[in-house]
């Protein structure tokens, strides 16, 4: 069975074990390099984690590996601002070897996102689902 975890549950527990299985649903945001979920709904945000003198943007990076799937780049700027629950391997920075004073860097560009996630599936969350969640 997949874990269903929220975004911000993610950024609080970055300790977990990582490249488990994972469904993580949230607002997917679109970057120039790619894309990144953020956690739903918007009033409950957490800041991003920090470590030394690093911030970390409050998000999970999206990332598409060299495995079978490949974006579809056209279906995802169309579901930006959206909700959307992914299915996928999920890494933290926490897993990552450290770089002297640099520290251990992070995921999607310059590093800034603690956490990501590697998709095997990305489905958009319907309204039927958002009223179902919500009783």
Known sequence: MTARRSVNEVLADLGSP???PL???GILEAHAEG???LHYPKAERMSGPQDGEHQYRAG???GFGNGSLQP???ALNRWVGKR???HGILSSYLSLPPFGSLGRGGF???GFWPA???PYSVQRVTAEERREAAV
């Open 18 to 20: 990582d490249e488990q």
């Open 23 to 25: 469904e993580l649903e």
């Open 84 to 86: 959307v629950r992914i």
């Open 35 to 37: 894309f990144e979920l």
């Open 116 to 118: 990501q996630i590697e």
């Open 72 to 74: 579809n780049r056209d």
């Open 108 to 110: 999607g560009p310059w």
């Open 60 to 62: 999970v990076w999206v």
